[in-house]
């Protein structure tokens, strides 16, 4: 699956690409990215990617040519969605996460907060928002979005299991996560004694499986 970003702030995704999970699945070949430069696809001297409102009014809009090159730019896969991540989409959530996951390519426009030309409508499929709050733009939202759609796709991840597991409890809304330990089993700290719960060391798996749905 391929990650398209268009963004005036590529710099944002070094990090984002460079570690954990997603660079293993890059190295893997399983994801691929490519993060575009908008201000690339200016003609003017200045790289200018925003201007003042039609209208008047406080804080400057994003130009629509610059952004229309850029998605221009990207030689479209064939099952193919353009996103634009702005605070006023439909609220993103799990079962899009799965949907996105069987695509073959998602294409993100990431809008600095103040605005983006409303022409944009024309040329993409889909607003959405990661929550009701205000971001100073949309690149953070669409590593949200990355990040919980790529974890789906089959070898992303080491354990199959897990997945199941999380899937099934997101889906029927139930335990979507319960309690877990690891060593030491007692964990001390001044006089006060913090214990692994005995039931999960009993080795009981029937009583563990029922201690887990219950918390
Ligand atoms: N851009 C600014 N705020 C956002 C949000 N909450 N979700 C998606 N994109 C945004």
Do not use: W
Not at 68 to 97: R, W
Not at 152 to 157: H, Q, R, V, W
Not at 160 to 189: A, D, G, H, M, W
Not at 200 to 210: N, Y
């Amino acid at each position: 699956m391929k990650f398209n970003i268009l963004t005036i702030f590529p710099r944002l995704f070094d990090s984002f690409l460079q570690e954990s999970l997603i660079k293993k699945s890059i190295d893997k070949k399983l994801i691929d990215f490519n993060v575009v430069n908008i201000r690339d696809f200016t003609v003017d001297k200045h790289k200018t990617v925003d201007d003042t409102s039609y209208g008047g009014g406080p804080g400057m809009v994003m130009k629509i040519e610059p952004i229309y090159k850029a998605l221009k730019s990207i030689k479209k896969k064939k099952k193919s969605k353009i996103i634009l991540l702005t605070p006023a989409g439909k609220q993103f959530n799990q079962n899009m996460a799965q949907e996105f996951s069987k695509l073959d390519e998602l294409i993100f426009v990431c809008g600095r907060y103040e605005g983006i030309d409303a022409r944009i409508d024309n040329f993409i499929d889909e607003k959405i928002s990661i929550g009701s709050y205000v971001l100073n733009g949309g690149e953070i939202a669409a590593q949200v979005i990355i990040e919980s759609v790529f974890r789906l796709i089959p070898g992303t991840l080491g354990n199959i299991k897990s997945l199941e597991e999380e899937t099934f409890s997101i889906t029927s809304n139930t335990n979507f996560e319960y309690p877990q330990y690891t060593r030491p089993e007692v964990f001390e700290v001044g006089n006060k004694k913090h214990k692994v719960p005995k039931i999960l060391l009993s080795g009981d798996h029937k009583k563990i499986k029922e201690y887990r749905a219950s918390h």
